[in-house]
């Protein structure tokens, strides 16, 4: 058995070529889940070798569109590729409130198409939401489990935005925390409490400072990498994968600014500046990584 993390998408709202939409697959052995579904997710989810009607179930962190625009792409895609016609058994974990609302009429604006392949094709099927919402919990609370897989969802600060939530995966072999967005807080502490790996959604705050006041609204509701870095240090995380970046790297220059940013802020673990499909193993159990296949040799 062996647990991996692969970043799905690491951009945000603004498009990049070569960042899809946010998005973070975590596997378990034959178990996979995907935390949230930004544009192009389906795309990483082939480039990930997921055949995407094995997805064991998709996670939203909260109601923002560049985390949601791919969904319905892989609620559909997870009907039209699935040759055993199965009954659509897709669970979607969602926290109450707007998030929960979209997801209940996701399929809505598709139903003459799914009329339409449906009869062209003779399909017993159609593609159904099955929604598993939760209210979002004052601390880190269980919402998913699948034998020894246990997702927990945590509250996070990404107001004006209501009911954000942060995910943390635990399997035999380690865990995984993905703040989502949020600003760094206390409650992404709380979530992250001895992981090996914290997925942080990441902004240079700098940049920021040097715009006009009415264009810093931004940094309302993300988190500051220097202050990431500090919080990772307290934390003692082994391992911290950047995504979400703001502004975007597209040099090794510009990547490492971001890691500049983390250890000025006391952080001297492993830190990465994730592109996408960047995949890492967590824990000890499982695939040898690079490191120690090194120390193999
Ligand atoms: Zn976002
Ligand atoms: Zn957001």
Not at 20 to 30: E, I, S, W
Not at 122 to 139: C, K, L, W, Y
Request: charged share 25%; proline share 7%; net charge negative.
């Amino acid at each position: 058995m062996s647990t991996s993390v692969t970043i799905t998408g690491t951009g945000c709202p603004i498009p990049d070529a070569d960042r899809a939409g946010p998005g973070v697959l975590v596997r378990y052995d034959d178990l996979t889940l995907q935390f949230d579904a930004g544009r192009s997710t389906v795309q990483r989810l082939a480039g990930a070798n997921v055949w995407v009607p094995d997805l064991g179930a998709v996670f939203i962190t909260h109601h923002h569109s560049d985390h949601l625009t791919g969904l319905a792409d892989v609620v559909l895609t997870h009907w039209v590729m699935d040759r055993a016609d199965r009954p659509t058994q897709l669970p979607i974990v969602v926290p109450e409130g707007p998030a929960s609302a979209f997801v209940s009429t996701l399929l809505d604006g598709w139903i003459d198409d799914i009329d339409v392949r449906q009869s062209h094709s003779g399909r017993q099927t159609r593609p159904e939401i099955n929604m598993n919402s939760f209210a979002v919990p004052d601390a880190p609370t269980e919402v998913w489990r699948s034998g020894d897989v246990v997702v927990t969802a945590g509250q996070v600060r990404h107001e004006p935005c209501p009911s954000s939530v942060g995910y943390r995966v635990d399997t035999p072999d380690g865990s995984v925390a993905i703040t989502g967005d949020t600003r760094v807080c206390d409650e992404v502490a709380a979530l992250a409490d001895g992981v090996d790996v914290l997925v942080y959604e990441a902004m240079r705050f700098a940049v920021f400072d040097e715009l006009p006041e009415k264009r810093r609204f931004i940094t309302d509701y993300h988190a500051d990498t220097l202050l990431i870095g500090r919080q990772a240090a307290e934390l003692g995380v082994p391992k911290l994968v950047l995504t979400h970046l703001i502004p975007a790297p597209s040099t090794p220059a510009e990547r490492e600014l971001f890691v500049g940013d983390i250890r000025s802020g006391g952080f001297e673990g492993e830190v990465v500046v994730a592109d996408d499909l960047y995949t890492c193993v967590v824990g000890d159990g499982g695939l040898p990584d690079e490191a120690s296949v090194d120390l193999a040799d």
